[in-house]
Structure formats: C-alpha cells, structure tokens
C-alpha cells in the first residue's frame, strides 16, 4: 500500500491532565467497498506514545518514537493494524513526556525541546475495491486523564490506579462515565517536513527477568537482586487496599549492605503504585531504570521470587557475533560487554542509562563502533543516529557536538568547559562510526549518505590546527579517565592532549581520503592524503624525539601513534612497540590508559610482537584491569576502572556509573586476535581467520553472521599441538593464518588445520 498523503494535524488535549493523557477517536468503516484488504497506521508524538485500536497495542515497540533530532528530525513509525479494525473501530493514544518535554542533562532542564506534548498520526485503510478511508488526527478526536499522574525518564512514573479508564480505546467507553472528565483537543504548530521514517528498529521488551534474591537490608529495607544489572522496569499484579501506595527504588549496586542512590546524582529512579482496591496489573512503560536492584517499600502480602519480574528493555538488534574461551572470567567480561551495549542501545547509543544524563556521547560509540557491529547488527541503528549527527553538525556551521542529540545546546555548560569546539575522538564519531560500518557490512550508502559530514568534520579541525601543523589548541577531553587521575579530575590524563588529538586527526584525514577514493572522488582524495601527510609531518616534526621517544612518553600515546599508522618507519614503529610493551610490564600489566588508549592499546601490542604483554594486559584482575570489575561481581562494563573499590565501596568521584560500554571496546581485539575473526574486506566478502594464542587461554569459539553467511572459528591448545576448525560461508575467501605464521587460502566450507604451538604467544 502506497501511503497517502499527510492529512493528520499534531494535536494536544485541551485541557491540562497530568503528564500522560489520553486521546481517542472513534469511527465506523466506509461501508460499500467489501472487506478491508490493509490498514496501516503511521504515528509519531512530541513525547512518547503508545498506540491502540479497540483496546489492543498496534505493536510490540515502547517508547516510541525515540529520541531524534527533534529540532530537524522526528521519525515516525507504521503498522499494519489490519486484523485489529471493527464495523466500530477506536484508535486510543497514551501519551508521555519522554525525551521531549521531560528531564535531560544533570541540570535538572526539562522542556528542552517544548513544553506542551502532541500526537501526529494518520490511518490508511484500504478496502477490495481500491476505495481508501482515512482517519487523521485532528479537532475531532477526544482527550482525557490517564492513571499516569507523573513520568519522567530519569525520576520514574506514578500510577494512581484509582484512575484507571477501564476500556477507554475501545468502542463501548463512554467518556462521560469514566474518574475524570474528557475535553477536546487543540491544533499545535508542526512542519509536516520534519517528518522522517526511522532506518532504526524499535525499542521493545526484550527479555524478562525474575528475581535471584529477596532480602532484609541491615535498615530494614526489602531488597530485590535480579542478579544483573539491566535498563528496564518492573511489573506486576498485586491486590490491597484503595489508595495504599507501593514504591520501588533502582540502583545498579548496593553499598554497605544499601542501595547505592549516589551515582545516580539528581535522578530520582523511583516509580510509585497506588492501588485501587481491587486486583491490579501494573506497567511503568513511561520511564527506565538503568538498575540490578530494586527497593520494595509498602508491599502488600509476601514478596516472592514469583511476585514480580524485570522488563529487559532496548532497541531491537539481531545478535550476529559470539564469542566464547578457556578462561571464565574472559568470558564473563564479553557477556558484561554485551549487556552493557544492550542497556546503552536503547534508541541511541547512549553513555549510560541510569544517573541523571543518558546522553549520546559521541566519543563512546567513536571508539566501541567496530565491537558493536560484531555483537549485533547496528546497522540501522547508527545510520540513523548518524543522520541526526549530520543535522546537530549542519546547524551549527560544521561542528560536531560531543552528544548527538545535542541537548547540551539547550543547557549551561561547566566552568570547565570553554566555548564548543570539535573534540578529538568525540567529534571523530562524524567520520569513525560510518567507516566502521562499511568494514562490518560493505554498504557504501552509509559512506555516501554521510560524506558531506565527514569532509566537513575533516575540514573544519584542519582549519583548528596551529601554525606547527598540529591539533594542540581548544579544549581536549583527551586520554579521559585516565585511571591515575584524581576521582573528580577525570581529564587529567599523562597523555598529552595534543598528541591524542593530532594522532586522532590524523587517522580521520586518512579515512576521509580513503572514503573519498571509494566514491570516486579522486581531487577529494589527493586533498585529505595531502592533509595527512602534512599532519604526519609535524607529529614526527613536535612529538617524535630523535630516539623515538613520544612526546609525554604513556601507553596511550604509543598505542594510538602504532594503531592509527602515524609511524612512516619500521625503525620509529618497532621503538614504539617495546617502549608501549616496556611501560605495561613496568605497571605490572595493570591498565594505564583512559577513553582514547584503552580500545587501541592490545591491538597496538599485537601488531608489534607483544602478544603476551596483551594477553597479561587482558588476564590482569588487580585493579585497574578489564577483570577486576568481573572479580568484583560486575555483570556490566564500568564506567571508571575503580567505580566501586576493593572495599565495596563506591568511587567518590562524582561521576560513577555500573553500566558504560566505551572500554568495553578491548571485545573487538579479542574477536579478532583471540578469536581470529576480522574482514579482509568490506562486510567480510573477504575474510581473514587468524587467531593469535596467548597464555592463559586455551581455546576460544567465535562466530559472526556476516552479510554473506556466518563464519565460525574454533581452536585449541592440546599437549603442544595446536588445532583449528574454521567454517567459512560459501563464496567467500578466507585466508588462514596459524601460529606458526604459515598462511593458506580456502574458499567455503569446514576446513581443520594443525599447527605445533612454538610460536605461540610471540607472533604478531
């Protein structure tokens, strides 16, 4: 069905009913035209909704419709709600605040995008004889009170079930003998141009969840572990006296034996349940909580592991990698990684989902792209948060803000933070995230749709550069988070600033170039392969001292320096490689690097020989190491090495949260050395199968549903001899690289290969 034009208004009740009000239209079906063949209901709000007709959702998504660029960008989305009309049919419209009107930021802002919520929305229904009947929103529809007297995405819901509207989207309602009384609706200003159909899948219920634990906290509180940290809600049918209140309270840990509020800052994570009397469900679909536990205050009867059960909530991604190896705790730290993804890819890919900020950093997803295109298919998913980074950077003259979507605009900024200014590695995310996705899915649209942003972006930090050619000016978050930096200091990294920049820019140039060269853009490309090479130039020029030495002389600085390829010599390479090896052994195999080295650093030992200082790096469990949070019984990734200490208390910084997916990002090194899997070419039409054993790991299974079919790899370490099964889909090369260094060529099918492991833990 082709859709028919716009008829539909953006409309609001008009009168004031709490936070979530209702909408109604009622109608009958055309009548003359035989059956209805389709219908297909299009929708889209300021705020969040959820739709129904004659009493049933019209889909499984929550939500909607997201949180976009609202300022250029609201994406609606379309049903087929065929099977669900009548002779008399209701649409019904729940509305919320949401991203829109509701809190953003940590300055406790709400209204950023508008103060007053609206439903747009139009049904097509098509009958056997071509015949199209259209239902649009507009004055005619009915609006009313909901049992949602509060909601905010950061402080949580309030349901007063005393106000339920019991059948209010279905035909046999009368509004007049409902708790509250109806009113009309009123007409709100809207450009039907900003209309966009979303390229990313819904956020929907994933997953449910029941509790592991139900216990007494040393105050006297009722405590509910659901044994892993989760973006969600609760739900659940219980039955007391009228007006008798239930709250739950979410936090991701617990401290001294309570819930732990203080990472959480200002947001409140707390929904309130009044109970009508009689037995009632209860739902809080206008709010999340980033959370693994759950304080229970006025709990009617006994609380059981059967009385209630968590919503596992997020964007519907099709899982495409595995991985799994010898070493427990190794794979604990991916499920922790993919878990950590889960609850930050709800709708965009946010830094975290619980405190009062869930923001779209764009240095995070800069940096944890490529791990992200291997757990799950994000294709979709960041196209379309791409295309609101291309709108926030358009509108403000080239530069690419640090959250897409910007809501920091709207806000003040800290003393610490001067003007805006592209950032290195966070404004990167512009020409970083598409390239990423060309090598995960070899579709160059997303090159294509994203071009003008990512030579603007590569444009626009060369006009930055200082007259030695390097980026060193401006602000920089740098090596942020650097694990020796005081708590509530986290960009006081020892990386210097400048070089973290100028090394970010110049890998950008060099991608841009090669972009450029893809699209057969060959002036665009000699002009970004200029630009880098001048920026290589005065790197060696500044940083590089005469015995190869860098500048501020750190783990990161070498890391990015052999992993972006800034080194032009074997000579000035193989220096970097033992000195970044020489440093990690020197810190015990302890983890020295922040946001920027962190996602880089195992790749850079192992592409220099070190692959045994990367394994140690990896297997480390003193803090700071990727498996001291698993020791410390972590189920996601951690936003600082330390956010709890090894007394179990939380990190004083006032910056903390259980649940970030940036340095999560050491997955794709093990997906692709320990696990053997990377891409030759562009969506793995190619495909490269070259696990790198170290100590301490055994053997390791990994798989990737590629977009050519699913390539599986398996090896082991037996008594000396090394053993390889590789699966490769039909059509697609791979070459296969053993220990021992001798390389083959198979084309599809199963293979199994031998190998003796004296080269193991040494070959690069």
């Given at each position: 069905m082709t859709p028919t034009p716009w008829h539909a208004a953006m409309i609001t009740p008009a009168e004031d009913f709490d936070g979530a009000p209702l909408l109604r239209k009622a109608f009958r079906l055309a009548e003359g035209h035989g059956a209805v063949a389709r219908a297909t209901l299009r929708a889209t709000a300021f705020g969040v909704y959820e739709a129904l007709i004659n009493g049933v959702p019209v889909g499984g998504d929550v939500l909607s419709p997201g949180w976009s660029s609202y300022e250029w960008r609201l994406r609606y989305r379309s049903y087929d709600v065929t099977s669900l009309l009548g002779p008399t049919t209701v649409v019904g419209v729940s509305l919320g605040n949401g991203w829109y009107r509701g809190r953003l930021a940590w300055h406790g802002m709400s209204n950023l995008y508008g103060s007053e919520l609206g439903f747009f929305g139009q049904l097509d229904i098509e009958f056997e004889d071509g015949h199209i009947q259209t239902v649009a929103s507009d004055s005619s529809w009915q609006s009313g009170p909901s049992a949602t007297t509060f909601n905010d995405l950061y402080d949580g819901q309030t349901i007063d079930a005393r106000r339920n509207q019991n059948g209010w989207a279905e035909p046999g309602f009368d509004p007049g003998t409902g708790p509250g009384s109806w009113a009309g609706v009123r007409a709100l200003e809207?450009?039907?141009?900003?209309?966009?159909?979303?390229?990313?899948?819904?956020?929907?219920?994933?997953?449910?969840?029941?509790?592991?634990?139900?216990?007494?906290?040393?105050?006297?509180?009722?405590?509910?572990?659901?044994?892993?940290?989760?973006?969600?809600?609760?739900?659940?049918?219980?039955?007391?006296?009228?007006?008798?209140?239930?709250?739950?309270?979410?936090?991701?840990?617990?401290?001294?034996?309570?819930?732990?509020?203080?990472?959480?800052?200002?947001?409140?994570?707390?929904?309130?349940?009044?109970?009508?009397?009689?037995?009632?469900?209860?739902?809080?679909?206008?709010?999340?909580?980033?959370?693994?536990?759950?304080?229970?205050?006025?709990?009617?009867?006994?609380?059981?592991?059967?009385?209630?059960?968590?919503?596992?909530?997020?964007?519907?991604?099709?899982?495409?990698?595995?991985?799994?190896?010898?070493?427990?705790?190794?794979?604990?730290?991916?499920?922790?990684?993919?878990?950590g993804l889960r609850g930050n890819f709800l709708d965009l890919p946010t830094d975290c989902p619980q405190r009062d900020e869930r923001l779209g950093w764009t240095g995070d997803i800069a940096v944890f792209a490529p791990t992200a295109a291997f757990l799950y298919d994000v294709r979709g998913f960041l196209q379309d948060w791409l295309l609101d980074l291309a709108a926030e950077q358009k509108a403000a003259d080239g530069l690419v803000p640090i959250t897409v979507p910007d809501a920091l605009k709207y806000c003040p900024q800290p003393p610490e933070f001067p003007a805006p200014e592209s950032s290195a590695l966070w404004s990167e995310a512009s020409v970083w995230v598409p390239w990423a996705l060309w090598e995960a899915y070899g579709d160059d649209t997303v090159l294509k749709n994203q071009y003008e942003s990512m030579t603007t972006h590569t444009r626009r930090v060369e006009g930055l550069l200082s007259p030695t050619g390097l980026w060193d000016t401006g602000f920089q978050f740098g090596d942020w988070l650097d694990p020796d930096a005081e708590p509530d200091k986290p960009w006081d990294a020892k990386a210097d600033t400048g070089v973290v920049a100028t090394t970010c820019m110049f890998r950008t140039a060099s991608i841009t170039a090669q972009t450029a060269r893809l699209l057969g853009l060959e002036e665009d490309a000699k002009n970004f392969e200029q630009l880098a090479a001048r920026v290589q130039a005065s790197f060696l020029e500044h940083y590089v001292a005469a015995d190869g030495t860098i500048q501020s002389d750190c783990t990161t600085v070498y890391a990015l320096a052999i992993a972006f390829g800034i080194l032009p010599t074997s000579g000035l390479r193989d220096f970097a490689g033992e000195r970044l090896a020489g440093l990690v052994r020197k810190n015990d195999y302890r983890v020295s690097t922040g946001f920027a080295g962190t996602p880089f650093i195992t790749h850079a030992l192992t592409d220099t020989g070190h692959v045994d200082e990367a394994y140690r790096l990896l297997l480390e469990e003193g803090c700071p190491s990727w498996l001291y949070p698993v020791t410390m019984g972590a189920t996601t990734v951690w936003e600082r090495w330390d956010s709890m200490l090894p007394d179990g208390s939380i990190n004083p910084g006032q910056m903390t949260s259980f649940n970030h997916y940036a340095l999560g990002a050491v997955a794709d090194w093990m997906h692709k050395t320990v696990g053997g899997i990377s891409p030759l070419a562009p969506g793995y039409s190619k495909v490269r199968i070259a696990p790198v054993p170290g100590n301490g790991i055994d053997w390791a299974k990994t798989s990737l549903k590629t977009p050519h079919g699913t390539v599986r790899v398996e090896w082991k370490l037996d008594d000396g001899a090394f053993t390889l099964e590789a699966t490769v889909p039909e059509g697609v090369a791979a070459d296969v690289v053993l220990p021992d260094g001798e390389p083959r060529t198979v084309q599809g099918g199963t293979h199994r290969f031998t190998s003796t492991a004296a080269a193991v833990a040494t070959r690069g």
């Open positions: 809207f450009d039907v141009g900003r209309l966009a159909e979303p390229v990313s899948p819904p956020v929907v219920r994933s997953e449910v969840l029941k509790p592991v634990e139900i216990f007494t906290s040393p105050s006297g509180k009722i405590l509910v572990d659901f044994g892993q940290n989760m973006v969600g809600w609760l739900r659940f049918t219980v039955q007391g006296e009228a007006g008798h209140t239930i709250t739950v309270r979410h936090a991701e840990v617990l401290e001294d034996g309570e819930l732990g509020v203080r990472p959480l800052r200002s947001a409140k994570a707390a929904d309130t349940f009044i109970l009508s009397g009689g037995e009632d469900f209860f739902e809080p679909t206008k709010t999340f909580h980033g959370f693994r536990y759950a304080e229970i205050t006025g709990w009617t009867g006994e609380l059981t592991e059967n009385s209630l059960e968590a919503v596992v909530v997020h964007s519907d991604l099709e899982r495409t990698g595995t991985f799994e190896c010898s070493n427990e705790l190794v794979n604990k730290l991916h499920r922790n990684i993919v878990w």
